[in-house]
T-cell receptor, first 109, second 116 residues
């Protein structure tokens, strides 16, 4: 079993729709969680950190479920510019992040 | 304020040659991380360096790969005697804080190595 698992997609979603991704992790000692966004052949960029209480940033909402060891990302009112690969990232130790392989999202007009 | 600078952006090598990838962190950042990404896969941690020190190289292959971050100049990831399996995108990231789990990592645009 991979340490961080994501549905690779692609998720094909019409513009304006709401889409949600889940990510499961295996290390129950993980403390920090992040969602990064990676455009095709570009570098990853931090989208948002995920806090225990859940957090929202505009159209994006992140949730953490420690009991079930998963984090989620919800995107409301999706835009064409949201098309990207979304990477789930979990701390392994103080010095290491474990990266999921990413979920590809395609927003269609 | 320049971001993380990586060069070359694209590098083509023949099997058996050496590849040197360079990374200049963001100004004020003294923590550098190297990652490798294969197509359709997530990033794989390779090494974490501070100035003149290797803090964690647990993700580095035991042979042919080395990294340094000298007191002056960029961090360098060196791959000797490249093989086709080394073809990948190599990303460098930097942070102002120690360790990767304490905040945002800032990534360079990556160096894409192709081994013929």
């Amino acid at each position: 079993r991979k340490e961080v698992e994501q549905d690779p997609g692609p998720f094909n979603v019409p513009e304006g729709a709401t889409v949600a991704f889940n990510c499961t992790y295996s290390n129950s000692a993980s403390q920090s969680f992040f969602w990064y966004r990676q455009d095709c052949r570009k570098e990853p960029k931090l989208l948002m950190s995920v806090y225990s209480s859940g957090n929202e940033d505009g159209r994006f909402t992140a949730q953490l479920n420690r009991a079930s060891q998963y984090i989620s990302l919800l995107i409301r009112d999706s835009k064409l510019s949201d098309s990207a690969t979304y990477l789930c990232v979990v701390t392994h130790s103080n010095y290491q992040l474990i990266w999921g392989a990413g979920t590809k999202l395609i927003i269609k007009p | 304020n320049a971001g993380v600078m990586q060069n070359p952006r694209h590098l083509v090598r023949r099997r058996g040659q050496e590849a040197r990838l360079r990374c200049s962190p963001m100004k004020g950042h003294s923590h550098v991380y190297w990652y490798r990404q294969l197509p359709e896969e997530g990033l794989k941690f390779m090494v974490y360096l501070q100035k003149e020190n290797i803090i964690d190289e647990s993700g580095m292959p035991k042979e042919r790969f080395s990294a340094e971050f000298p007191k002056e100049g960029p961090s360098i990831l060196r791959i000797q005697q490249v093989v086709r399996g080394d073809s990948a995108a190599y990303f460098c990231a930097s942070s102002p804080l120690p360790g990767q789990g304490f905040g945002e990592l800032f990534f360079g645009e990556g160096s894409r190595l192709t081994v013929l």
